[in-house]
């Protein structure tokens, strides 16, 4: 018996050097040049706009954190860049695009799916990966589960040198296209409004528009290796101006 869990602690501390140094060398070789991506909830299309018409109101707000993050010059550069004339009163306007951005940072990859899968107005994903625990429960020898804890940690300790970072936005987009008459648009909505710790009232409201809207969830990543945000926020900024101003 003594000699089956040295045999098992012996395999237990192989397994976690070599798991260790393929980690290490893993943030040594890859992710060397900055991947950012940028995807959004669902898919929007307009009706096609001619030249007379090709006016917009670009509105962009930030309420993350990190308020020092200015995506609205940028949305606003891409916007004309593609042909449209940026106006200010609404009703010059034939288009209105508004943005919040809900979550700047550093992120895990599985949080960012879930915020994009939460869609407009959804939750901002949260989690982190825990591993190893199904194969320490198996073993159930409280030494062996030491012994591999000290392995983890100096894991974690070689990974915080050399470690791929992940930084995400999260942002809800809504767009509107002006309505061929006057009052076309006909709206119905209702809204729960939380009274108190126990109670609530339900609104509901019915109208008439001159707007379509369409809404949608947008979030980018940047990916690299010891990652720092002051090479990340510029190309996440360009990357989600191009794909914001790709909506018109």
Not at 78 to 90: L, M, Q, S
Not at 95 to 109: D, F
Not at 131 to 153: H, P, V
Not at 182 to 206: D, I, N, T
Request: aromatic fraction near 4%; charge should be positive; hydrophobic fraction near 45%.
């Amino acid at each position: 018996m003594k000699t089956n869990r040295m045999l098992c602690l012996g395999t237990l501390l192989a397994a976690g050097a070599a798991l260790s140094g393929c980690a290490t060398t893993a943030g040594l070789t890859g992710g060397r040049t900055l991947d950012v991506q940028v995807q959004m909830a669902e898919t929007i299309f307009l009706d096609p706009a001619g030249p007379a018409d090709r006016r917009v109101i670009v509105y962009v707000r930030n309420t993350s954190d990190k308020a020092g993050m200015d995506l609205e010059a940028a949305v606003k550069r891409a916007v004309a860049a593609n042909g449209w004339r940026i106006v200010e009163d609404p009703a010059d306007a034939a288009y209105v695009l508004q943005a919040n951005v809900l979550a700047v940072g550093e992120m895990t990859p599985d949080s960012l799916s879930q915020s994009l899968k939460a869609g407009f107005a959804g939750p901002i994903g949260t989690g982190a990966a825990v591993a190893g625990a199904g194969l320490l429960g198996q073993l159930g020898d409280r030494r062996i589960a030491a012994t591999a804890l000290l392995a983890a940690t100096a894991d974690a300790v070689a990974s915080t040198f050399v470690r791929t970072v992940t930084y995400g936005v999260v942002a809800d987009l809504q767009l509107a296209q002006r309505a061929g008459s006057p009052g076309a648009v006909r709206v119905q909505g209702s809204q729960r409004l939380a009274q108190g710790s126990g109670g609530s009232e339900q609104h509901q409201y019915a109208e008439r528009s001159d707007w379509k809207r369409f809404r949608t969830r947008l979030v980018a990543k940047a990916e690299k290796t010891n990652l720092a945000w002051e090479e990340a926020e510029p190309r996440l900024s360009s990357g989600i101006a191009r794909s914001v101003a790709g909506l018109l």
